[in-house]
């Protein structure tokens, strides 16, 4: 299912396409939207636009509490794909993301890494962007290829510009937009069932859904060997306020299971 040549682009771009690889999970993983989008956790965030637009909803950390979630995570070739991505011999959960951009949602994804706003560090992390719906290249996920190897964490921000974390003095964000002619962007236009696997430092955002068709989305993260528990400037996203670490150690809790091992 993976190329080797895949594994190399992983690692020197920090995002990769593989074409098809969770098509038999679609449909399952479409039902278990619908169950969620009715049953939110307590993490849910749903952005209303105030131009009257419709929702961007997104929930975490629920890939256990639903069946179709749960067979993406479990069943499909995810796991053992993540460990072989990230050069480990383990695949360990971090967390799922689920994104519903509605028909005509305003809400653009900004530019933004990952890593500077979860509970875990390590140079071994894999992302699974994995859309439910077509995307055309106009609306896709973009990343900055090589941006996961510039030693930079930038700043974490909300989606309204706001800082995450009070008293954050780190680098922000360079302004992607007015620099695309000098950095190499990566996207690709995608099938449902096909994903994009992304490093949790590589700098990605995505486009509003200016289109009449639902962007379903569901984002799956792992960990592999070396990911250690971090400690940030102020709660994680997502939080998990019941875990008690202590930050160096490694990044091991019920919570967060090992799903393959070499
Ligand atoms: O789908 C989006 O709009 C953003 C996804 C994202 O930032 C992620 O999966 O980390």
New binding site residues.
Partial sequence: MLEQSQIEDFQKNGAVLLKGVFADFVETAREAIEENMQNPSWRERTYRPDDGGQA?FQDYVVWDQFDGYRALVRDSAMPELAAKLMQSKTARVFHD?I?V?EPGNS?V?PW?Q?QPYYLCEGRQSV?F?VPLDPIPRERT?EYIAGSHRWGKDFKPQRFDGTDLFEGDTSEAVPDVDNLRDELDILGWEMEPGDAVA?NFRTL????ANASPNR?R?I?M?WVGDDAVFAKRLGTTSPAFPDLDYTPGTPFDAPEFPVLYTE
């Fill in positions: 961007f993301h994104l951009k809400v994804t933004h990952d992302s962007w996920i992304f990605h955002g995505a486009p962007r989305v984002s993260r």
